[in-house]
C-alpha cells in the first residue's frame, strides 16, 4: 500500500531544490507542488508532508515560509530539506525555524535533510557560481536514501 504524501517546493534559481524534491517523491510516490499550488486541505490528509526550498540569505525561502505559517494547526508527520551552495552550520541549521515552525503547528517533524548545490549569489556571480555539478548522483541518492527511511517510519534528522 502506498503511503499518502506531498512535498511543497520552492526552487526559483537553477532547479536544484526541485531536482532533489523529484528524488524523493519517486520514492514517496509524493506529488511535488509550489506553496500557490498546495492545498491545505490535502495536506491535512497526506500521511507525510515534506517543504523545502532553497537557502536564501542562510534562511529558507520567504515564501515557504509564510505559507507554513498560514496553516491551520494540524497533525501528522512532516519534514524538511534545503539546498544551498554554503554547508549547514550544525549550531544553526537552515532548516530548524522551519522545524520549530512546524512543530509549533502540531506535526511530528520526521527528519531534515540538506545538501549543496549550484549558487550564483552574489558573492559567487563573478567566479561563475560555486558547486557547479551540486546536486550530483551521490546528492540525488542521499535525498532517495533519506525518503526511503521517512516512507519505512525510521525517519532522522540528517
Known sequence: MRMKAVIVCVSVSHGNTRRVADSMAQVLGAKVVSPEQADPAELADAELVGFGSGVFNHRLHPSL???????????????????????????APFTRPLVQLL?????AVDGRFSCRAFDTWAPFKPVGGINKQRPNAGDLAAARAFAERLRDGRGTVS
Open 103 to 107: 512543530e509549533g503547528k502540531g506535526f
Open 65 to 91: 515560509t509564510e505559507f507554513v505559517k498560514a496553516l491551520p494547526a494540524g497533525r501528522g508527520r512532516a519534514f524538511v530539506f534545503a539546498t544551498s551552495g554554503l554547508p549547514e552550520i550544525p549550531l
